[in-house]
């Protein structure tokens, strides 16, 4: 056994505060060209919208210091249970130590004995130096989700058809006779369901019947679900609910749907950034 072996421990995070996780956060994050400073009710919001698990996440301590973290979230994604990473960090000071490595196999393996299938998460594509660490770990890319940003230079439409309601009381089958966009992990049905009141449905109807929705952000208009019968629909929604907010963001869209990309290329949509989903069969650490 290593020297760092020794001094290191790793345990669940299921009894720490939001405060103390508030903390060290931020200590990890210090050093970011743009450091994050959170408030514990910006933290508490973050995670609530994530879906955030005190009980399936985990940190590294040292000489009774966090010093590491893996904050996951976890629902039935692709129809196994899976966790996605929501955030991860070390503090400068015990950076190329192994840390993270340690930790993570610490997770895998508490996360099966929980029977979790699979681990996702995203990275940004310009990131190699991340992208090439996951790989080692045994991840894989599986998707290229898109970025974007949205505002109306010119008067937004103030369309009439165009009706909202809160999620929690829009049913969110009325709109199986969509085509919707299979949304990321951390925007899945399951995890809006955790914090519905976080969210708001934008949609048009033809004879009583759903022709295009948008689920988004009530702080700030992001989207985190499309889906139409008519692209012409769906492009109503969006004029409509972007004037509400100024600019919002479209994340990871996949790169497949092309018709909706060019759909939100016509409207001045710009593409931010570009990043993978990556998942790990956490079963194939067994053999």
Known sequence: MGEDDKVYSYQCLKNFS????????????????IPVQL??????????????DKDLSYGAFFEGDMVGFILN?????????????????????????????RLFSFAQQEL???????YYLEVLQNNQNAIHAYKKQG???????????????????????????????????????????RPSFEHCTNILRKAPELYRVSYRKKDQKLTAFC????DNGNVKQLGYTDMDELKKVIQWLVPHFGTIVIKNMDKKYAAVLEMLDSLGAVEVARQFEMMKDLTSYLS
């Not at 405060?19 to 210090?30: G, P, Q």
């Not at 979230?73 to 840390?99: A, I, L, M, Q, W």
Request: proline fraction near 3%; aromatic fraction near 12%.
């Open 73 to 101: 979230s976890c629902c039935v994604y692709n129809g196994e249970e899976s966790v996605f990473d929501v955030g991860t960090g070390v503090v400068p000071e015990h950076r190329g130590k192994r840390v993270f490595t």
């Open 18 to 33: 939001y405060a103390e996780i508030k903390e060290f956060l931020n200590r990890s994050f210090s050093d970011y060209e």
């Open 215 to 218: 689920v988004f952000s009530k």
């Open 112 to 118: 099966l004995k929980r029977g979790v299938k699979k």
């Open 139 to 181: 991840f894989i890319p599986i998707r290229e989700l898109y970025v974007l940003k949205l505002s109306l230079n010119r008067q937004g439409t103030n369309d009439p058809m165009v009706e909202c309601a809160e999620l929690e009381q829009f049913d969110l089958r009325k709109t199986s006779n969509c085509f919707c966009m």
């Open 39 to 52: 408030t514990e009710e910006q933290l508490r919001t973050y995670l609530a919208a994530s879906g955030a």
